[in-house]
């Protein structure tokens, strides 16, 4: 239910505009308080008196003229309202902004921050989750620009619900359909979930590439972008946690109202990451850490030679270091990046190390990309992801993460892959059944 929750609903200019009558009265019926905001292509379709009935509360469609007064709404979001600036106060009063339907015009002007309009200027001011409901026609929709800006929507951590396929009112048949106000629904309803899942939950993530020095001008390093970490930390982040974010360098610009914690060298993100894991209830080594470091480093620069011989030494272990110091219920996932026997060696990683959860992907469809494509490997399974955004990536490991904290908590203890301890009465993994259940798979 959604009882004591403000849900702005946006609609925009679309012949689809109508159904979004049926999404506030769905709202309104399981108990949310609900602000409409219209641009004024949709007040083209429905007027905004009929909003206003429907909704209980005055409309927001114009940038310019007097606050509307006598917003009906619950104690901690009427706090928020009754500035002097309308369109301000409804972002910061919504627990979550739904568009329905959002135009390929209204997509493309969220992707590219314009703001000419109140719905626009709600979105733009908002921190709320974004669920985008895409309706146009056919090939508006099938347009490489619509999806590249879908796509980027995606990237940010919107959620995107539909279209879904049928008879348009064009006359053409296909995608194009707002999505049925049922799931519509359902993604608010999840949206609200997952904002406040993780209010308080101290969550620490790694995240970049370590560089390590070969002389003053070189260093050893990799092709991570940083992307899949700085999008858990963002991720945790609207989600209320309080989040530290140990980063080496980086391909993007890091997140904001997060704690963050510089490092270059494997050592230094040793070292920062165990003085901050102690606290954190769950911790997501993300980190593309180096496995080897020059043994000696050069003090002056290496000159061009016409051979060069390096004598490498291990880096530290990071992830087998937070694991030996683990607290029970503490949660631990770990990355694997494989270009063979991807499943097995992930699996082998997970056991040896003593964590709860590897992500396992590949050098070609995660390094430096904007999606990713996972497996979620723990002891007895291996969940495939299809091909999504990595900040969707880093919502489905969040959600497995709470979980793995509920099924700790519920059990008291810590887990078997922490502690080495079987339950009562189970068989011992051997490698032989481990194998058996790897080809049943």
Known sequence: MLRGRTVAVGVSGGI?????????????????????????????????????????????????GDQSPGFDLPQEAARKVGGKVEHVDVAEAADVLVIAPATANLIARLVHGEAPDALTSVALASRSPLIVCPAMDVEMWRNPVSQANVRTLRARGAMVVGPESGPLASGLEGPGRLAD???????VERALTRRASLKGVRVLVGAGRTEEPLDPVRVLTNRSSGKMGFALAEAARD???????????????????????????????????????????????????????????????????????LELEPSP??????????????????????????????RAKLLEKGVDL??????????????????????????????????????????????LRAAFGSAGRASVARTGRK???????????????????
């Open 181 to 187: 106000i049922e799931s519509i629904g359902q993604a």
């Open 358 to 403: 590897i992500v396992l992907n590949s050098p070609a469809e995660a390094i430096g990309s904007d999606t990713n494509r996972v497996i979620l490997v723990e002891a007895q399974t291996a969940r495939r992801l299809p091909l999504l955004s990595k900040r969707e990536v880093a919502e489905e490991i969040l959600d497995r993460a709470l979980e």
């Open 239 to 309: 989600r209320g946690a309080e989040v530290t974010l140990v980063a080496g360098a980086a391909s993007i610009d890091p997140p904001e109202r997060v704690k963050r914690v510089g490092v270059v060298t494997a050592a230094e993100m040793e070292q920062a990451m165990v003085e901050a894991c102690g606290p954190a209830e769950i911790v997501l080594m993300a980190a593309a850490v180096s496995d080897f470091r020059p043994r000696r480093v050069s003090t002056r620069k290496i000159r061009r030679a016409a051979s060069l011989e």
């Open 16 to 64: 689809a505009a109508y159904k979004a009558c049926e999404l506030v009265r769905w709202l309104k019926t399981r108990g949310a308080a609900v602000i409409v905001v219209m641009t004024r292509g949709a007040a083209e379709f429905v007027t905004p008196l009929t909003f206003q009935t429907l909704s209980g509360n005055p409309v927001v469609h114009d940038l310019w």
């Open 317 to 346: 272990d990071i992830l087998a270091r937070l694991a030996s110091m683990r607290r029970p219920g503490q949660v631990l996932i770990g990355f694997a990046l494989e270009t063979e026997q991807g499943l097995r060696r992930a």
């Open 423 to 441: 339950p009562a009465g189970a068989r011992p993994r051997t490698p032989r059944r481990l194998a058996a259940r790897r080809e049943a798979r």
